[in-house]
């Protein structure tokens, strides 16, 4: 089993930056793929930005060229740098990891963290 624990959420701007950060224990090696997803109030759980340890990489078309997703595997740390924030991005960030079942963007991963709200201004 693997821990997931997000950090880095907060209250920002408009146009504002934010760094989320997962870090992942419970395994001597990183768990492959690991994404992010959020999920707004009244909403359902959408797909964020997944990275796999040799590099392959997708965002959603929402945040494609504003959100960048990276690894540090030597510190077992997933990031999601979000540049250009927008009301519309206020969510609690998941991170996730290792897909059980489906797609990388639509199906179960075995692992979650327990969220990190992240709160963006008009």
């Known amino acids: 089993q693997v821990q997931l624990v997000e950090s880095g959420g907060g209250l920002v701007q408009a146009g504002g930056s934010l760094r989320l950060s997962c870090l992942a224990s419970?395994?001597?090696?990183?768990?492959?793929?690991m994404a992010w997803f959020r999920q707004a109030p009244g909403k359902e759980r959408e797909f964020v930005a997944v990275?796999?340890?040799?590099?392959?990489?997708h965002y959603s078309d929402s945040v494609k060229g504003r959100f960048t997703i990276s690894r540090d595997n030597a510190k077992n740390t997933v990031y999601l740098q979000m540049n250009s924030l927008k009301p519309e991005d206020t969510a609690v960030y998941y991170c996730?990891?290792?897909?059980?079942?489906?797609?990388?963007?639509?199906?179960?991963?075995?692992?979650w963290g327990q969220g990190t709200q992240v709160t963006v201004s008009s």
């Open positions: 996730a990891a290792e897909i059980a079942f489906g797609s990388w963007y639509g199906g179960e991963y075995r692992n």
């Open positions: 419970g395994r001597t090696f990183s768990p492959d793929p």
């Open positions: 990275k796999w340890n040799g590099g392959r990489t």
